[in-house]
């Protein structure tokens, strides 16, 4: 647990780990870009359009998902997204970012990653008002992994490792 304090770890690293964690980052953008693509394609990143999609529209010719096609889509995202954000997640950590900002960061994107599988089953089964939280959930998962990309990037490469006895900027409150 040395490791998660408020002084930059990512900085100190040596230049290849810095690289292969650069290089998982830059794949990790990319599949938030085409995430966000095939949203913009499925949904209109509305909240109609989200509505639409889990629950069918008539008019446009587009059938409501199958209770077989939704749990699909959850086991392979209860999976892969907690992966996910852990190793992002652990590479924030190694931020100069204080404690509290840490914790709110780590926090909300845990929420967010929860109401991202339990946001299909809402609009689906509860009622088509929750494809309000498509837009507005997918913006926020999608800063947070955000900031668990750029953080992290901006250290490894932009900050310099404080010499010994000096402390280095953090972000503080």
């Known amino acids: 647990m040395k490791y998660f304090t408020n ?12 690289l292969i964690m650069t290089y ?12 966000i693509y095939m949203s ?14 889990y629950r069918g529209n008539d008019e446009r010719m587009v059938f409501g998902k199958e209770l077989t096609e939704l749990t699909e ?4 995202h209860a999976f892969i997204m907690p992966i996910i954000f852990l190793t992002t997640g652990h590479l924030f950590l190694l931020s100069a970012w204080s404690s509290r900002w840490k914790t ?3 926090t909300g994107g845990f929420c967010y990653v929860l109401l991202d599988l339990a946001k299909p089953w809402l ?17 926020l998962l999608g800063v947070t992994f955000l900031i668990f990309i750029f953080v992290p990037l901006y250290e490894m490469w932009v900050l310099n490792p404080s010499p010994a006895g000096r402390r280095e900027p953090n972000l503080e409150d």
């Not at 913009?40 to 999609?53: F, H, P």
């Not at 889509?73 to 392979?76: G, K, N």
């Open 104 to 106: 709110v960061v780590i």
């Open 123 to 139: 609009i689906r089964y509860a009622a088509p008002g929750f494809g309000l939280l498509a837009p507005i959930n997918s913006m």
């Open 24 to 35: 998982f980052l830059i794949f990790i953008l990319l599949a938030i870009g085409f995430s």
């Open 73 to 76: 889509t959850t086991h392979f």
């Open 40 to 53: 913009s394609q499925r949904t209109n990143l509305s909240a109609q359009g989200a509505a639409d999609y």
């Open 7 to 18: 002084k930059s770890q990512l900085a100190r690293m040596d230049f290849h780990t810095k």
